[in-house]
């Protein structure tokens, strides 16, 4: 099936730095979404972009859909220990695709205090 | 509270046995989803409907079964069929099927 990457897999962060990570696919996508999860609960829906070049932020967090919409990318400013979690991208293709919405693997991050 | 709930959170099965993970919503959703997590990976999506008495198998069906008699309602039945069940389960729905998805907080089964 189709595939969403996301980089990196893991990473380790200091409290207080910046944060990026990026979602790539071969396809072209029509929405891209961000989910965070917290250990042992239900990812929950971060922020929702919907047009090439978009750019939203949610509080700390900014979103953009990439223009080749291909891609997107978040970023975390400031981090804290409650970012601590996995996020996850999942991207939208039109058509009759039978499974609408795709999920990347997931982007691990530790913040050390 | 509007909102997705699951239950029970942790179940135990015994081998050959048959179990079913409840799965509700009161947000007036028509699309709902089931993945299933392994540690340590993303989401594999068994099954998903896009309305009411209708639903369609995802990328990791077999060993599953589910039913969508009420649009509020979504059970998924793991069988004896399926050989690793040991897994997190999540619940999700969307105002319809081309929506954004809205989770559970999951279902962890585990075989004794």
């Known amino acids: 099936g189709q595939q969403l990457n996301q980089s990196p897999q893991s990473m380790f962060i200091q409290e207080g730095e910046d944060v990026s990570m990026n979602c790539t696919s071969s396809?072209?996508?029509?929405?891209w979404l961000w989910y965070k999860q917290d250990p042992g609960e239900g990812p929950v829906l971060l922020i929702a972009l919907y047009k090439a070049g978009e750019l939203t932020s949610n509080g700390r967090l900014t979103a953009q859909f990439g223009i080749t919409r291909k891609d997107s990318f978040l970023n975390i400013s400031a981090s804290i220990p409650s970012d601590v979690g996995i996020y996850f991208c999942a991207g939208q293709r039109s058509g009759n695709y039978g499974q609408n919405f795709v999920f990347g693997p997931g982007t691990r991050l530790s913040v050390l205090p | 509270d509007g909102g997705i709930t699951q239950s029970p959170k942790y179940l135990f099965r015994k081998e050959g046995q048959n179990v079913t993970l409840s799965c509700e919503q009161n947000?007036?959703?028509?699309?709902m989803y089931w993945y299933r997590q392994d540690p340590g990976q993303g989401l594999r999506l068994i099954y998903y409907?896009?309305?009411?008495?209708?639903?369609q198998k995802g990328d990791i069906a077999e060993g599953y079964s589910v039913s969508r008699e009420k649009k509020e309602s979504f059970p998924l039945t793991v069988t004896s069929a399926q050989k690793n069940p040991t897994a997190f389960y999540l619940c999700?729905?969307?105002?319809?099927?081309?929506?954004?998805?809205?989770f559970g907080d999951g279902t962890r089964l585990s075989i004794l």
């Open positions: 999700a729905s969307g105002v319809t099927f081309d929506q954004p998805q809205h």
């Open positions: 409907s896009q309305i009411v008495n209708d639903f």
């Open positions: 947000l007036n959703h028509d699309a």
């Open positions: 396809s072209i996508f029509n929405t």
